[in-house]
């Protein structure tokens, strides 16, 4: 596989999984930002342990997505059921304290960054290929979990949030604890994304966790779609590669090919590229073709 | 005596030929010298990205006039990384893989880091000429370091500064925590305690930063007879004009570090950072035909303003390359890429007597070694040197 390939590959699949990681949350609207900061705590965390420690990579990932869940749920008790506005706030709060935390670090390189993460493998194709299976199998994995969550009643439930707050409580729904679960899941996934990114660079700077990540994953969920997982699929590939593929001479008009897009998309198609109808319609096509091919 | 004709005869004839085989054998491979250089050309910083790149073509353009490399055109591809690291990444990923024998770039840090350990793991050169030695020393030999080890030369050179006002016996910084600022800082404080003076805990700047009242107080609060600047250049003009309009009247008491050398620092400063003291590694004030061409035509495409301190790294960066390429047997023959990408990188890091635009340089392992430093003082927008600082 090529070099480029790889690269754009695996941070579209970062994308991808950070954009669910916003999303998930999103579905009962909560804008939890704090998931960048979950990137960057567990990330640099697991790159200390690889670089001083020599733990061993699978277990500073398995680390990191579990300091990625431990942060979401300790902080998920208090902003649970928080509004959006709150929740908001909470979140770039927290990337300002982590980034101030990892500044004043010199045990993680401070504001130079931490250098010359090892290959997975020893090796730089076996590291390619270990990071990309890594990611792709947590794509299907967590692909997988959100779809089935979207099909069940805590889906349902969270939707019902999503619309109206009074109307949930009085269907029995426990807010808190739905947020809380939801919170978790998310922290806990960019805790596991975060050292998967610092390993695809091989290094670690605070730069890479900032709020251009936050507006990345914002395009992408709201370019794609916010009411499902699939506008994220659509697009986190297209936003990613459609600049790369820009000739030179229209490269430095990729900001402003970004913002037209983006206004065209809210203006024509508020709700995304991919909704939950176009997904229903996809899905009813499907089960009646299946049925058809039974019956036949 | 004819024999010993015939042989003389051979011999020269001998001569002739292998070294005109070995001539054939460099002469380039290629219709033009492509080299791509990783910029910031969108984005945050763009402004600093316009001027590295109008410096390299400058460069281009004049190696062009003059006949190219080995006979054969050189052109610099600018490619936007938009200081985005993903992006950042995939382009240099695409450049390796283009067969590319040497680049330029990447800008800045954070681009640094995510891109060029991929250039690294392919063994293929690339100048990272705007960043610190501790930066671009984790990514040798596959890059040089435009400037010395950071404590060892700054150290020295405030030191100097320190000379040059015996009186002053306290300093404070005003420091912002970005990439290798605060171990430039911390050379600061080595040099200055290194001959006598007392450093005062510094004044961290936040990178948000919008007011500066608050920080101004608690500097003067411990009553410093120095300040030295460690921060973007706005904000440091910002903080001299506090300074002033709270009683500070020594202005050139006051340093500004080599990355406030930008144009927001005289835009915003004014009349304000009159009598300030900046250091960098570039004197304008030089009078060669070279430098005053290089600043006649900056000025020409730039509304008449000059040259920044930056502008001369790349430009100085694809002249080293020229001559790697020319002092080597490069050809930019394809089938000989990883051998040829090496002897650039190993001709580069101990390049000696490197004719730059400003001076004249040796290389060693990498890192330049007789690079001088330079104090100035600030005068309406304009640096008038001070003090020349040889390592």
């Known amino acids: 596989m090529s070099l480029a390939l790889y690269y754009y590959l695996s941070i579209t699949a970062v994308n991808i999984l950070m954009s669910w990681a916003l999303y998930v949350p999103y579905r009962m609207a909560h804008l939890h930002f704090i998931t960048v900061a979950n990137m960057a705590i567990s990330g640099y965390t697991a790159g200390y342990l690889v670089m ?54 010199p045990s993680v390189g401070g504001t130079m960054g931490m250098f010359g993460l090892p290959n997975i493998g020893g090796s730089p194709s076996v590291h390619r290929f270990v990071i990309l299976g890594i990611l792709y199998g947590l794509v299907v994995l967590v692909g997988f979990l959100i779809h089935r969550f979207d099909h069940c009643s805590l889906g349902r439930a969270a939707s019902a949030v999503f619309v109206d707050k009074d109307l949930a409580v009085s269907l029995g729904i426990d807010i808190r604890k739905l947020g809380i679960l939801l919170q978790t899941f998310s922290c806990t996934l960019a805790g596991g994304c975060g050292v998967l990114y610092g390993f695809i660079y091989r290094s670690f700077h605070l730069d890479f966790f900032t709020f251009h990540l936050v507006g990345i994953t914002m395009t992408i969920i709201f370019v794609g779609g916010y009411s ?24 430095s008009w990729r900001i402003v090919i970004y ?12 709700e995304g590229f991919i909704t939950r109808r176009s997904v229903y319609c996809v899905e009813g096509f499907l089960s009646r073709a299946q049925k058809k091919l039974n019956n036949s | 005596m004819k024999k010993a004709k015939f042989v003389v005869v051979a011999a020269m004839a001998l001569v002739f030929l292998t070294t005109g085989f070995g001539f054939a054998q460099t002469q380039a491979q290629v219709k033009e010298w492509r080299v791509p250089f990783l910029n910031c050309l969108t984005g945050a910083i ?15 353009l004049e190696i062009n006039q003059a006949g190219g490399i080995k006979g054969k055109p050189v052109k610099v591809i600018g490619v936007d990384t938009a200081l985005d690291p993903q992006k950042g990444s995939v382009e240099m990923a695409r450049i390796v893989e283009e067969g590319t024998l040497v680049a330029m770039g990447p800008v800045p840090e954070p681009v640094i880091m995510a891109a060029m350990p991929i250039a690294v793991e392919n063994g293929m050169a690339s100048v990272t000429a705007t960043t610190s030695y501790e930066y671009a020393v984790k990514f040798f030999p596959w890059t040089v370091s ?24 306290s300093v404070i910084q005003f420091v912002e925590p970005y990439g290798p600022w605060p171990g430039m800082a911390e050379a600061h404080v080595k040099g200055l305690t290194s001959v006598g003076v007392k450093v005062m805990p510094k004044v961290d700047v936040p990178s948000d930063a919008v007011t500066f009242g608050p920080l101004v107080v608690k500097a003067l609060e411990q009553k410093p007879d120095g300040i030295v600047f460690v921060c973007n250049a706005e904000k440091i003009a910002k903080i001299i004009r506090e300074l ?33 003291e900046i250091y960098n590694y570039i004197n304008p004030n030089l009078d060669t035909p070279r430098w005053n061409a290089f600043k006649e035509a900056y000025m020409k495409a730039h509304n008449g303003n000059q040259p920044p301190s930056l502008s001369t790294n790349y430009y100085d960066a694809l002249y080293m390359i020229k001559r790697s390429i020319e002092s080597t047997a490069v050809t930019g023959d394809p089938k000989k890429f990883k051998e040829e990408r090496k002897m650039i990188a190993e001709y580069m890091a101990n390049m000696k007597d490197f004719h730059g635009i400003m001076f004249n340089w040796d290389m060693k392992n990498g890192v330049p070694t007789n690079k001088p ?10 640096k008038k040197l001070v003090k020349e600082v040889k390592p």
Request: hydrophobic share 50%; charged share 15%; net charge negative.
């Open chain 1, 259 to 270: 913002g037209a897009l983006l206004i065209l998309v809210l203006v024509l198609k508020p």
């Open chain 2, 373 to 382: 430093t330079f104090i100035f003082s600030i005068q309406e927008g304009k």
């Open chain 2, 46 to 60: 763009a402004s600093i990205g316009e001027y590295l790149q109008w410096g390299a073509e400058r460069a281009a």
């Open chain 2, 244 to 276: 002033k309009s709270r009683g500070w009247t020594k202005m050139d008491r006051l340093l500004v570090f080599s990355s406030g050398d930008a144009p927001e620092l005289y835009a915003t400063g004014g009349a304000d950072i009159n009598g300030v």
């Open chain 2, 146 to 169: 435009w400037f010395p080890p950071t404590e060892q030369r700054l150290g020295e050179l405030v030191a100097a500064w320190a000379g040059l006002h015996p009186d002053m016996k």
């Open chain 1, 228 to 251: 499902t997982m699939w506008g994220t699929v659509l697009a986190a590939p297209l936003l990613y590669g459609i600049p790369l593929l820009f000739p030179p001479e229209i490269a």
């Open chain 1, 52 to 105: 001083a420690l020599n733990v061993p990579f699978s277990l500073a990932l398995a680390i990191g997505f579990l300091l990625g869940g431990v942060i979401g749920y300790l902080v998920s008790l208090f902003i649970g059921d928080a509004p959006t506005f709150a929740v908001v706030i909470v979140g770039f709060t927290f990337i300002y304290i982590t980034r101030t935390v990892i500044e004043n670090m």
